[in-house]
């Protein structure tokens, strides 16, 4: 046994911050099932939303924030991201962190659902790489932060309502560890893997969700998942994400007869909040019967944009593409899960003890839709938040349940393989950018199905990511057929209209019946 006074569980921008701040006080292990550099946060492109000038305003941000998230936001929530999360950068800025500067000033961008520029940058599209870098290199600095890479968390150890650690499996001994701590953290990231086109990397397949609801955490909101409207589309390749500061800087998006589009639909045209960019997209696909469609930056300064975008840039020419005068083939792909781990302010889940930051923990900040840039933000102000909180955690005499030992098995690698591909293709068919009650229930019932194959004790971690994956995507399913209506990241073409009863966050605990909870207005 291992023990630390907070685990964290997880090593994107969320988890390297709370595990930065959390070793102010203490020793912490952070566990992750591959390198400490792989997560989401590496690869976003985007950037990080913060008031920073004169001419905007915490008002304006906190507006942008809720018109995006469609009436599902807290506001505590949101009025925290935004004036904290203004601290924290400057908190960065302070230790070294460098962002992009022009002439003294903070190069800023635009991007989808905000009214001003406010985008901060990191090399360009590289901004989730140079904070995570950065977060990484400060922690690898902390003597009392121990890493455990390629070990993945297997079970968390609650008891009496009580979490006292965790249970993991280190790939490379093929041995079974418990850790002991005072507060547990999970940090894991998102889900969107569960899809066929997505544009995170393979680890994202929601493994902190399906944990922490077999503890008895809270879920809320995650029927709601966010489609990046602009992933590039080559039949065979990766999903590689086109930051929607792309359209920031003034990309069109054109349909396959080469028209724009999106100004007959929205009063900020290309940059309308993701997920009505996103339907618009499907809409046209559906329409011409084509698999995408494109985004054109050959109007633009090429030169801007071969400086302002040089990941995208040099990515692409490896595909015979040049972004300043071919057209770019896009359509959308699952992006980020807007729902998960319900959290009090603090990021502390309904379970003492557990804590919840970043993209697995629904904090109420996003709503129905994330606003663009706003998920890195979150990462720095909630992973601070948890930390601080955990770091008050009294250690006490727990209980540590007895485990079952969890061993891998070779020989059922491609059933989880064939079977997650399965499962990624029913999900995008069923329960994708656009549902309905009929397409919602087909996929439950073969979720089932494909559920009373594995064993009822499982304890190979092949079959263990299958039942995760399964039960996800039943939940995602069940509770995208009770919310009868069209919001945000989810959109039903058999209840189109927002429906003012349905103006709650949608709760989901294992063995409790669904209950919808009131927004923090």
Same mark, same amino acid.
């Given at each position: 046994?291992?023990?630390?006074?907070?685990?964290?569980?997880?090593?994107?921008?969320?988890?390297?911050?709370?595990?930065f701040?959390?070793?102010?006080?203490?020793?912490v292990?952070? %566990?992750t099932?591959?390198?400490?550099?792989?997560s989401n946060?590496?690869?976003?492109?985007?950037g990080?939303?913060?008031?920073?000038?004169?001419? *905007?305003?915490f008002?304006s941000h906190?507006?942008?924030?809720?018109?995006?998230g469609?009436g599902?936001c *807290?506001?505590?929530?949101?009025?925290?991201?935004?004036?904290?999360?203004?601290?924290?950068?400057?908190?960065?800025?302070?230790?070294?962190m460098?962002f992009?500067?022009e002439?003294?000033?903070? @190069?800023?961008?635009?991007?989808?659902?905000?009214?001003?520029?406010?985008?901060?940058?990191?090399?360009? *599209?590289?901004?989730?790489?140079?904070?995570?870098c950065?977060?990484?290199?400060?922690?690898?600095?902390?003597?009392?932060?121990?890493?455990?890479?390629?070990?993945? @968390?297997?079970e968390?150890?609650?008891?009496?309502q009580?979490?006292?650690?965790?249970?993991a499996f280190?790939?490379?001994?093929s041995?079974?560890?418990?850790?002991?701590?005072?507060? =547990?953290?999970?940090?894991?990231?998102?889900?969107?893997?569960?899809?066929?086109?997505?544009?995170?990397?393979?680890?994202a =397949?929601?493994d902190?969700?399906?944990?922490?609801?077999?503890?008895?955490?809270?879920?809320?909101?995650?029927?709601?998942i966010?489609?990046?409207?602009?992933?590039?589309?080559?039949?065979?390749?990766?999903a590689?994400?086109?930051?929607?500061?792309?359209?920031?800087e003034?990309?069109?998006?054109?349909?396959?007869k080469g028209?724009?589009?999106?100004?007959? %639909?929205?009063?900020?045209?290309?940059?309308?909040?993701?997920?009505? @960019?996103?339907?618009?997209?499907?809409?046209?696909?559906?329409?011409?019967?084509a698999?995408?469609?494109?985004?054109?930056?050959?109007?633009?300064?090429?030169?801007?944009?071969?400086?302002?975008?040089?990941?995208?840039?040099?990515?692409?020419?490896?595909?015979?593409?040049?972004?300043t005068t071919?057209l770019?083939?896009?359509?959308p792909?699952a992006?980020?899960?807007?729902?998960?781990?319900?959290?009090?302010?603090?990021?502390?889940?309904?379970?003492?003890?557990?804590?919840?930051?970043?993209?697995?923990a629904?904090?109420?900040?996003?709503?129905?839709?994330?606003l663009?840039?706003?998920?890195?933000?979150?990462?720095? @102000?909630?992973?601070?938040?948890?930390?601080?909180?955990?770091?008050?955690?009294?250690?006490?005499?727990?209980?540590?349940?007895?485990?079952?030992?969890i061993?891998?098995?070779?020989?059922?690698?491609?059933?989880?393989?064939?079977?997650?591909?399965?499962?990624?293709?029913?999900?995008?068919?069923k329960?994708?950018?656009?549902?309905?009650?009929?397409?919602?229930?087909?996929?439950?019932?073969?979720?089932?199905?494909?559920?009373?194959?594995?064993?009822?004790?499982?304890?190979?971690?092949?079959?263990?990511?299958?039942?995760?994956i399964?039960?996800?995507?039943?939940?995602?399913?069940?509770?995208?057929?009770?919310?009868?209506?069209?919001?945000?990241?989810?959109?039903?073409?058999?209840?189109?209209?927002e429906?003012?009863?349905?103006?709650?966050?949608?709760?989901?605990q294992?063995d409790?019946?669904?209950?919808?909870?009131?927004?923090?207005?």
């Amino acid at each position: 046994m291992k023990e630390f006074d907070t685990i964290i569980v997880g090593s994107g921008l969320a988890g390297l911050t709370a595990a930065f701040h959390a070793s102010k006080s203490g020793s912490v292990a952070i %566990i992750t099932k591959s390198q400490l550099d792989i997560s989401n946060s590496y690869y976003a492109q985007g950037g990080i939303a913060v008031v920073t000038e004169e001419n *905007d305003s915490f008002d304006s941000h906190i507006q942008d924030t809720l018109t995006a998230g469609r009436g599902l936001c *807290d506001l505590d929530s949101v009025k925290i991201l935004v004036s904290e999360g203004q601290a924290c950068v400057k908190e960065l800025v302070n230790i070294g962190m460098q962002f992009d500067t022009e002439n003294g000033h903070f @190069v800023q961008g635009l991007e989808g659902g905000h009214s001003h520029r406010r985008i901060l940058h990191a090399g360009g *599209d590289a901004t989730g790489k140079g904070l995570t870098c950065f977060m990484l290199k400060k922690v690898q600095e902390q003597k009392n932060i121990q890493a455990f890479e390629y070990t993945t @968390v297997v079970e968390l150890l609650v008891n009496n309502q009580i979490c006292s650690g965790v249970q993991a499996f280190d790939f490379a001994s093929s041995k079974n560890i418990v850790f002991k701590s005072k507060a =547990t953290i999970i940090a894991t990231g998102g889900l969107s893997r569960i899809y066929d086109r997505s544009t995170n990397p393979h680890t994202a =397949t929601g493994d902190g969700i399906a944990l922490a609801y077999h503890a008895g955490a809270k879920l809320s909101d995650i029927e709601f998942i966010q489609f990046h409207p602009s992933a590039l589309y080559i039949p065979g390749e990766e999903a590689f994400l086109i930051s929607e500061a792309v359209r920031g800087e003034g990309a069109w998006l054109l349909n396959p007869k080469g028209e724009r589009f999106m100004q007959h %639909i929205h009063p900020l045209a290309e940059l309308a909040p993701r997920d009505v @960019v996103a339907h618009a997209i499907y809409n046209e696909l559906q329409q011409h019967q084509a698999d995408f469609l494109y985004l054109s930056l050959k109007h633009l300064n090429p030169e801007l944009i071969r400086k302002r975008f040089t990941t995208i840039y040099n990515t692409l020419l490896k595909y015979n593409i040049d972004i300043t005068t071919d057209l770019l083939p896009i359509s959308p792909a699952a992006h980020y899960m807007v729902g998960g781990i319900h959290t009090d302010l603090h990021g502390e889940t309904n379970i003492e003890g557990l804590f919840a930051c970043g993209e697995v923990a629904s904090t109420g900040v996003m709503g129905a839709n994330r606003l663009a840039s706003n998920s890195l933000l979150e990462c720095l @102000v909630f992973g601070k938040r948890a930390a601080e909180k955990a770091n008050q955690k009294m250690q006490t005499e727990i209980f540590l349940p007895e485990i079952a030992p969890i061993h891998v098995d070779t020989g059922n690698e491609n059933l989880f393989l064939e079977t997650k591909n399965r499962i990624a293709t029913l999900m995008t068919k069923k329960a994708g950018i656009v549902r309905s009650a009929e397409k919602l229930t087909e996929a439950i019932e073969e979720l089932k199905t494909i559920k009373e194959q594995l064993p009822e004790k499982i304890n190979e971690y092949n079959l263990l990511k299958i039942k995760h994956i399964t039960d996800i995507c039943t939940l995602i399913c069940e509770s995208a057929l009770v919310r009868k209506e069209s919001r945000g990241g989810h959109i039903r073409e058999d209840f189109q209209l927002e429906d003012p009863k349905f103006c709650a966050h949608l709760i989901q605990q294992k063995d409790h019946q669904f209950k919808f909870q009131e927004i923090r207005k």
